[in-house]
C-alpha cells in the first residue's frame, strides 16, 4: 500500500493548485462523481479528487482488503479480535437467509427477539399493557448512555414525523439534573422506564436506574423494561425475565440501534414503521456486499474521507444535516465514528502508519450558519463538510420552509467551493474557496431513509478502518478514564489525596462542597 499512498499524495501535490471548480469544466463531473442507490444520491463531486485519484483509492481499498474483511464480517469471522468477537449487527436487519455464527444461524432468535419486541410494542401503544395501578402508561423514560442512548434519542427525533406513540425522554447523564429534568414533568404512576445497557454495569446508567426505581415507588419493577446482554444482571436488578430483551455480545454498543436498543423508537414510531427502518439499513448493505468498490456509496464516501485525512490532512470533518429532525445524528456519528476509528494502534497492535479517524463535529442547518460557517467559509482550516438533505419535507402547508432550506443548501456547498474575490480589495470580505463538500440527497426523512443513512455510515467508518489497518469494533479508550473516576470517589467525598498530582488535589481542594 506504500506505493499508493505516495501516489497518492504526488497526485495531491499535482493537483493542490487545481480548483475544485476547475473540474467542472469537464460537464460530466457530476454523473461521473455522484452515486445513487435505492433512491438516495451521493454527489462527491465538490471535492479536489479527480479520475486519477479516484482510480487509485479504489486500488487502496482493494489492496487492503475491504472485500475480503467486507465477507469476513458478514459471514460471522470474529474480526474484532481484541474482545474475540464476531461484528454481526447486520444480522438483526438481515433479510438474506440464515447469518452463521460458529456453525448455527442466528436468525431464529434475531427474529424471535423483534417479535418480541413488536408484542411488547404493540400492546403498550394500545393500552393492553397498564400501569401497576391498572391505569394507562402514556410516557416513557429511557435511561443508557453512550450507544444505549444516542441511537434511540436520535431515531426517535428523526421519525418525528411518524411518532404516533407514548412521549419518550431519554437519560444519559450522571448528572442528578438530566433524571430531574427529564422526570419532572413526567407522571410516575403512568411512565415505563427503560433501562438499556449492554453491559448493566454502566455507572451512569445504573445510578440512574436505582434513581428512576425509587421514584416510581412501590411496583416499580412492574413498569421497567431491561434491555441488556448481561441476564444475571438484569434479574439481579430485579426486573422480571419477560420484561428483559436480550441481544448478543455480536452486537457492538454504536451498532445497537438496529435490535432491542432501539425499542424506544418502536415504542414511539410502532412495529410496523421500526421494520422500514430495518429494511433501510438492509438495503444499504445488499448495495455495499453487490456494488462494485467505484460504484459503492460506503467505500466512495470512506474514500473522501481518507483522501481529506490522510492526503489532503484536514483535521476534522462536519456533518451538517439541512433536516431538522436529524439534529441529533452529528451527535450519533461522532459515537459512532470517533468511538470506532480514534485508534493510534493497528489490529494487529502495532502503531498506525497513516493518521485515524479524524474529529466529527456538526449541527442541524440551517442553525450552524449561524455560529460556526464563518469558520467554515474563513478560517485558517479546512473542513470537509457533508451536508445532507431531502428533497420533500412533512410540512405541506410549509412548502416555503422548505424550498429555502433547500436553497441554503446548495448555497453553503457552492459558496465554499466557488469563493469569493473582494469586490472593494478589503481582505475581510474575501472567500477562499476551493473547499471540499459532498451532499446526501433522499426524497424524505422516512424509516427506510433513516437506516439507510445509518448502514451508510456504519459502512462507511467499516471501510476506513480496514484501510487504516485498526479495529473499529473495540473501544478500549474508555476504560481508564472510567477506572480512575471509581478510584476518585473516595476521594471526593474527603479521603486522602497527597498521592495525587498538585492539580487533582487542587481542584479537589476548590470542589470540596465542606
Ligand atoms: O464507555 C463507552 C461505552 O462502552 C460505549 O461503547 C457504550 O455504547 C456505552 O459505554 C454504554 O455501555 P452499556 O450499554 O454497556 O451501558
Request: aromatic share 8%; hydrophobic share 40%; charged share 20%.
Amino acid at each position: 500500500m506504500d506505493t499508493l499512498w505516495r501516489m497518492l499524495r504526488s497526485n495531491r501535490a499535482v493537483s493542490e493548485d487545481r480548483s475544485i471548480l476547475s473540474l467542472f469544466d469537464d460537464p460530466a463531473r457530476f454523473d461521473d462523481f455522484s452515486v445513487s442507490t435505492a433512491g438516495m444520491l451521493l454527489d462527491y463531486s465538490k471535492t479536489s479528487i479527480d479520475t486519477d485519484a479516484r482510480r487509485l483509492l479504489v486500488q487502496l481499498a482493494e489492496e487492503a482488503g475491504v472485500e475480503a474483511q467486507r465477507e469476513a464480517m458478514f459471514g460471522g469471522e470474529k474480526i474484532n479480535r481484541s474482545e474475540d468477537r464476531a461484528v454481526l449487527h447486520t444480522a438483526l436487519r438481515n433479510q438474506n437467509g440464515p447469518v452463521m455464527l460458529g456453525g448455527a444461524d442466528v436468525m431464529p432468535d434475531v427474529r424471535a427477539t423483534l417479535t418480541r419486541m413488536a408484542s411488547f410494542a404493540s400492546a403498550l401503544r394500545n393500552g393492553e399493557i397498564k400501569a401497576a395501578d391498572g391505569g394507562p402508561i402514556t410516557e416513557v423514560i429511557s435511561i443508557g448512555i453512550g450507544g444505549s442512548d444516542l441511537g434511540p434519542a436520535m431515531g426517535v427525533k428523526a421519525l418525528g414525523a411518524y411518532h404516533d406513540g407514548p412521549k419518550v425522554r431519554f437519560v444519559s447523564n450522571i448528572d442528578g439534573a438530566h433524571f430531574t429534568e427529564a422526570s419532572k414533568r413526567a407522571d410516575p404512576a403512568r411512565t415505563l422506564v427503560i433501562v438499556a445497557s449492554k453491559t448493566f454495569t454502566t455507572i451512569e446508567t445504573m445510578t440512574n436506574a436505582e434513581t428512576a426505581k425509587k421514584w416510581l415507588g412501590a411496583g416499580a419493577e412492574s413498569q421497567m423494561v431491561a434491555i441488556s446482554s448481561a441476564l444475571d444482571k438484569t434479574a439481579a436488578f430485579g426486573i422480571p425475565a419477560d420484561r428483559v430483551f436480550g441481544f448478543e455480545d455480536w452486537v457492538g454498543g454504536r451498532y445497537s440501534i438496529w435490535g432491542p436498543i432501539g425499542l424506544p423508537i418502536m415504542l414511539a414510531v410502532g412495529p410496523q414503521c421500526f421494520g422500514e427502518f430495518l429494511d433501510g439499513g438492509s438495503a444499504m448493505d445488499t448495495h455495499f456486499c453487490n456494488a462494485p468498490l467505484a460504484e459503492n456509496m460506503p467505500v466512495l464516501l470512506a474514500l473522501t474521507g481518507i483522501w481529506h485525512r490522510n492526503i489532503c490532512d484536514y483535521p476534522t470533518r462536519a456533518t451538517l444535516p439541512y433536516d431538522q429532525r436529524l439534529s441529533r445524528l452529528p451527535a450519533y456519528l461522532q459515537q459512532l465514528d470517533m468511538e470506532s476509528n480514534g485508534k493510534c494502534v493497528t489490529a494487529d497492535g502495532k502503531p498506525v502508519t497513516q493518521l485515524t479517524g479524524p474529529v466529527i463535529w456538526g449541527q442541524a442547518g440551517t442553525n450552524g450558519q449561524h455560529a460556526f460557517y464563518q469558520l467554515l467559509h474563513q478560517g485558517t482550516n479546512v473542513v470537509p463538510c457533508e451536508f445532507m438533505v431531502a428533497a420533500e419535507g412533512f410540512e405541506p402547508a410549509l412548502q416555503h420552509h422548505h424550498e429555502l432550506l433547500k436553497a441554503n443548501c446548495l448555497a453553503q456547498s457552492e459558496a465554499l467551493m466557488r469563493g469569493r474575490a473582494s469586490k472593494n480589495m478589503r481582505p475581510c470580505r474575501e472567500f477562499p474557496g476551493n473547499r471540499p463538500s459532498t451532499t446526501l440527497a433522499y426524497k424524505k426523512l422516512t424509516p427506510f431513509v433513516l437506516g439507510q443513512i445509518i448502514a451508510l455510515y456504519e459502512h462507511r467508518v467499516f471501510v476506513e478502518g480496514v484501510i487504516w489497518g485498526i479495529n473499529s469494533f473495540d473501544q478500549w479508550g474508555v476504560e481508564l478514564g472510567k477506572e480512575m473516576a471509581t478510584a476518585l470517589v473516595p476521594l471526593v467525598q474527603g479521603a486522602d489525596a497527597s498521592d495525587k498530582d498538585g492539580s487533582t488535589q487542587g481542584l479537589l481542594k476548590a470542589l470540596d462542597a465542606g
